[in-house]
């Protein structure tokens, strides 16, 4: 097995990185968590679905039509395989993560919770993993509780007990790991607790799908969520697996076309899984290219690609913590977190940081980054997120250290 | 070094802002968040004799909401609150020389005109409570179209 990246070569596919930005400065993109750069081989794989193969799928029996289903369903099976999930029918196209945990709060949770329930986030969750769930407790008048961080930005899962002891808990919901602190979450021993209390999880993957290997089946969860946009995919793509007992149970999200077996006036029985849950012409030509990062990705080994970023990682942790007036949120251990790296530096604004080293061609994201819960427990109005991929390189590093410089001179610091 | 947004008027009005707190008992308390960076603003006014008595402002924002407010409560001060209604933003922009953030930065204006949105707000809901009409719906379309 290759053991290290071959940067360089990887960079090569991404002709977007060899653009320059403002005043003629190298592009340094640093913001992967919020989405991730599309490499030749997926745009075109696009392009090369409506060059030659569109046409609607699931439907017509000529030529065309035969080859866009095959190409979609591809994916479908390049997903099993990628996650080893052992049905592939259990796999749902959506729009991305939010569409997926808003189908999960809409048809089961409409189902399964009632007054007096309780779903258990986390207070690291994306706003996407606490909307949804905020909007279906408040329609059935149950309970929305949150386990708690440390200072470390490490969930207390002790909390957790307090929840399931009540015998009230419907659902436990989490991100496999934060999209500001990079924390990974102890997934373990959550599913364990939970299956003891024969409560269900759904995980969010957004973050983790991208840089980690994720095995579905060793996880044992019951809903699972992610997005291809971060993974080198197209945007308006992603994912949801629900185990297949628990979908069989489910009703339809979206009424329409496709998800169908018969359609009378007064009454439809529903087409089989997945299906029932794909309404209408899904977005075809980006499922297929979604398959083209599912196999640049597998090219690369998801180990490999953990590895680089935690050997990014290591050297930016140490490098940032250096720069005087830097605050670095989050664990110091490297092998409970992914390459993501939230900061403040001195007082000065995270809006303010961005801005000024944006004109020196390094683009980082400042914000609440759709965790305001979080911004809450950390105290802050926002901060600095740095986040790494597969291209990136210790000089990425190097000249966002270097870029800090501009803004302590500008603010005098 | 010089930086055409980042002038030191900028990062001294920032360092320094004036009118910050809160007043004890407002007759008008506005607060509003621009929800791309979570930035907020509460504005609070005391009026007498239809005028600006005194301003105070409270909240997170970055040198740009928080160089822009300052400004913008120091413009309004002790001013009749036909006059506080009726300021434009390139008014306060300009007292700042931010005005090629209308073209340049349709990000950054919202950081700039956050506080004028809540002035707008604030002075809205107060006289249409006042006066018991709606003849302000101006105020409130201005607020929205700001930005």
């Not at chain 2, 956050?114 to 002075?123: A, H, N, P, R």
């Amino acid at each position: 097995m290759q053991t290290s990246i071959s940067v360089e070569q990887i960079r090569k596919d991404f002709p977007i990185l060899a653009r320059t930005v403002r005043d003629n400065k190298p592009l340094v993109y640093l913001d992967n968590a919020s989405t991730t750069q599309k490499p030749n081989q997926v745009i075109d794989a696009i392009n090369d679905y409506y060059k030659n193969h569109n046409a609607n799928i699931h439907r017509a029996v000529y030529a065309l039509a035969e080859e866009a289903t095959e190409a979609y369903e591809a994916t479908r099976d390049k997903i099993a395989k990628f996650l080893n999930i052992k049905n592939r029918e259990e796999i749902i196209f959506v729009r991305g993560t939010t569409e997926a945990i808003n189908l999960v709060a809409y048809s089961w949770g409409r189902a399964n919770v009632k007054e007096g329930d309780i779903i258990v986030t986390t207070e690291y969750e994306h706003h996407s993993n606490i909307v949804p769930w905020q909007l279906l407790t408040q329609e059935k008048k149950a309970r929305l509780e949150y386990i708690g961080i440390n200072d470390d930005g490490e969930l207390i899962i002790d909390q957790l007990d307090r929840y399931l002891s009540t015998g009230k808990v419907k659902l436990v919901t989490f991100s496999l790991m934060s999209n500001v602190l990079g924390t990974i979450s102890e997934v373990k021993e959550i599913i364990s607790k939970c299956k003891a209390a024969t409560v269900p999880v759904l995980i969010d993957g957004a973050q983790a799908v991208p840089h980690m290997k994720v095995d579905i089946q060793n996880l044992d969860c019951d809903f699972f969520a992610f997005s291809a946009h971060k993974m080198l995919g197209p945007t308006g793509v992603g994912v949801l697996w629900v185990r297949k007992s628990v979908l069989e149970t489910m009703n339809p999200f979206h009424g329409g076309g496709d998800m169908i077996r018969e359609v009378h006036k007064y009454e439809t029985t529903w087409n089989d899984l997945p299906y029932k849950f794909e309404a209408g012409t899904p977005n075809i030509a980006d499922v297929v290219g979604f398959g083209a990062a599912i196999d640049y990705l597998e090219k690369i080994g998801m180990q490999t690609v953990r590895e680089h970023e935690i050997d990014l990682t290591k050297y930016a942790l140490d490098k940032m913590s250096k720069v005087k007036g830097i605050t670095i949120y989050g664990t110091k251990d490297i092998a409970k977190r992914g390459g993501v790296i939230s900061f403040n530096f001195h007082d000065v604004h995270p809006h303010d940081v961005a801005h000024i080293i944006d004109r020196e061609g390094v683009a980082i994201r400042s914000g609440h980054h759709c965790a305001q819960v979080l911004m809450e427990r950390l105290n802050v109005a926002a901060t600095n997120r740095a986040s790494f991929y597969v291209y990136n390189t210790k000089e990425d590093v190097d000249s966002l250290v270097k870029s800090l410089e501009k803004v302590a001179e500008l603010f005098k610091l | 070094m010089s930086d055409p947004l980042y002038t030191e008027i900028i990062i001294d009005e920032a360092k320094y802002p004036q009118n910050k707190g809160t007043l004890e008992h407002p007759d008008i308390s506005q607060h509003d968040a621009n929800p791309m960076c979570g930035d907020s603003i509460t504005l609070q006014i005391n009026v007498k004799d239809n005028s600006i008595n005194d301003i105070k402002w409270d909240g997170k924002g970055c040198t740009i909401c928080t160089a822009c407010t300052s400004v913008l409560t120091q413009l309004i001060k002790g001013k009749d609150i036909d006059h506080a209604k009726n300021i434009r933003k390139e008014t306060i922009l300009s007292e700042l020389g931010l005005e090629h953030l209308i073209q340049q930065s349709p990000i950054r204006i919202k950081c700039a005109l956050l506080s004028l949105k809540v002035l707008k707000l604030g002075l809205y809901s107060y006289l249409a409570n006042k006066l018991e009409n709606k003849n302000f719906d101006n105020l409130k379309e201005e607020a929205a179209s700001l930005y």
